[in-house]
């Protein structure tokens, strides 16, 4: 089974901080992506990778930015948090084109931020 | 912009008879539709999906149609139970473009029993 892990369930940060958000997935994925969920607006892409030390911006990267150092590792930054960035933050990571399933996203559990 | 619209904030269905939730799409160039569903507190989970190839996939209860002419695809569930109460996410991309999920803003169903 693909496990994509996120390293909090729950945050609460402070305006002005600088916040990072961890996710790991174990099943040597070359694809994975950021996405925060928003009640109305659905999920929406931050950033995402295609393979180690690449990132592209989605389709809302301001006040975002993103490490993907290791294969299995991708990070989301929040350089300096404002509360407009309190929302649900949902790492996933996808099988390589190559392979059957290719368009299915396996999604990590998801963190919670608060920004105060 | 959002490219990919489920109307339905909410939907409440009794158990045992059909859940039907819908999902429109504006952009011609998506080729592959899927439908993901989430329990509070957790990812979404991948459900079924549909290339544009075709017109129906089936898998087990849950059954994905789409109209291309239409823009338009839906899921069935039947019977619906109980468990299946979560919201549901359609999502659509292109394939040979930047192969990319869009997400529709969700639809919450509630499965009475």
């Known amino acids: 089974d693909v496990k994509v892990t996120q390293s909090s369930r729950y945050l609460v940060k402070r305006t002005g901080e600088k916040v990072f958000l961890e996710c790991v997935q174990d099943m040597d994925h070359e694809n994975m992506f950021w996405y925060r969920q928003d009640p109305g607006l659905g999920l929406r892409l931050i950033y995402f990778s295609y393979d180690v030390k690449m990132k592209e911006k989605g389709d809302i990267p301001e006040g975002y930015s993103v490490s993907r150092e290791k294969k299995e590792r991708f990070s989301l930054i929040l350089e300096s948090a404002s509360t407009n960035q309190t929302s649900m933050y949902l790492c996933?990571?996808?099988?390589?084109?190559?392979?059957?399933?290719?368009?299915?996203?396996?999604f990590g559990p998801g963190t919670r931020l608060l920004v105060l | 912009d959002q490219q990919v619209k489920q109307n339905s904030p909410s939907l409440s269905v009794q158990e045992g008879r059909i859940s039907i939730l819908n999902c429109d799409y504006t952009n011609s160039m998506f080729d592959y539709f899927l439908w993901y569903k989430k329990y509070p507190a957790e990812g979404p989970t991948f459900l079924i999906s549909i290339s544009s190839i075709k017109d129906k996939n089936e898998d087990g209860r849950f059954t994905v149609f789409l109209n291309k002419s239409a823009k338009h695809l839906s899921l069935h569930i039947v019977p619906s139970q109980p468990g299946d109460s979560a919201v549901y996410f359609c999502?659509?991309?292109?394939?040979?473009?930047?192969?990319?999920?869009?997400f529709g803003t969700g639809t919450r169903l509630t499965v009475i029993p």
């Open positions: 996933a990571s996808r099988l390589p084109d190559s392979r059957q399933g290719k368009e299915t996203q396996y």
């Open positions: 999502a659509a991309l292109h394939q040979t473009g930047a192969n990319n999920l869009f």
